[in-house]
């Protein structure tokens, strides 16, 4: 895990200054609507609304544009679109198994969109359920170690249902069962400690390990695929070493 960790985690904390901001930011607009159209549109009230509220500031969304997200889910104001969450599931070089996650208001568009980032690259699209399964649903923190020991961040945690901390380098990340995500980053915030992002992800149980050339392949396609409008996040399951990830840069 500590490879493809420590490679989101770049990721993450580049995102805000990536040339594609434009799309980061469109991406972070839609999960607030939708979040707003699924569960109402009082944040306090519905935690899924707060959190992808709080992640579009993290990133620098403007706050105009967020609560313009926010009405237009919950109803009060017009021009929401009908976003359906739509799944792909497919291999990558080296028999990598990739998930991605569509958040679109036209299947046909999404399909199209994915399947020639996927040839493009080295890809392949899969059945449903072909590599799914090596996957599991985790609620997912991110936080800055801001001088924090792993024992201050644990003791924080652990009656709230975290069940593991992993050190990241700059940051930690802790993992937990989707139900008790929301408890987790309440308990967070009860202790004063800040969060870079509060998400349920998919992570795998078997990675595939990868040398440079592997590693360059993988992430070609992954910006390829995160480049298309309707793809929200892509998950796959390698595994590269901090000898691997420095020679990739």
């Given at each position: ?20 901001r ?16 699924t569960?109402g549109g ?14 579009a ?8 544009n967020?609560?313009?997200?926010r009405r ?10 009908d ?5 792909y ?8 198994a ?5 958040l ?9 969109e994915v ?6 690259h080295?890809?392949s699209?899969?059945?449903a ?9 985790r ?29 990241l ?25 800040e ?12 990675n ?12 070609k ?10 793809v929200?996040n892509?998950?796959?399951n ?9 020679e990739?840069?």
């Amino acid at each position: 895990m500590s490879g493809h960790s420590k490679w989101a985690t770049t990721k993450h904390k580049k995102a805000a200054l990536d040339a594609k901001r434009g799309k980061l930011f469109a991406k972070l607009i839609k999960n607030v609507e939708v979040a707003a159209r699924t569960g109402g549109g009082d944040p306090e009230a519905n935690p899924t609304l707060y959190d992808a509220m709080q992640k579009a500031r993290k990133n620098s969304v403007p706050q105009d544009n967020i609560e313009r997200a926010r009405r237009r889910g919950a109803g009060e104001e017009a021009g929401g679109s009908d976003w359906q969450t739509v799944m792909y599931e497919g291999y990558a070089p080296n028999g990598v198994a990739v998930l991605i996650e569509c958040l679109t208001d036209n299947r046909n568009r999404a399909s199209s969109e994915v399947r020639t980032a996927m040839n493009r690259h080295g890809g392949s699209m899969a059945d449903a359920g072909s590599v799914a399964y090596l996957f599991t649903r985790r609620g997912v923190v991110i936080l800055p170690k801001n001088g924090l020991s792993e024992e201050d961040v644990l003791g924080a945690v652990l009656d709230a249902g975290a069940e593991e901390i992993n050190d990241l380098g700059e940051s930690y990340e802790v993992l937990s069962e989707p139900g008790n995500l929301v408890d987790v980053r309440k308990a967070l915030q009860a202790e004063g400690i800040e969060y870079d992002s509060a998400d349920t992800n998919f992570l795998a149980s078997v990675n595939v390990p990868l040398d440079a050339e592997g590693a360059r392949k993988l992430f070609k396609l992954i910006d390829a695929l995160e480049d298309c409008d309707d793809v929200q996040n892509v998950f796959a399951n390698f595994d590269v070493s901090d000898d691997v990830m420095a020679e990739v840069g």
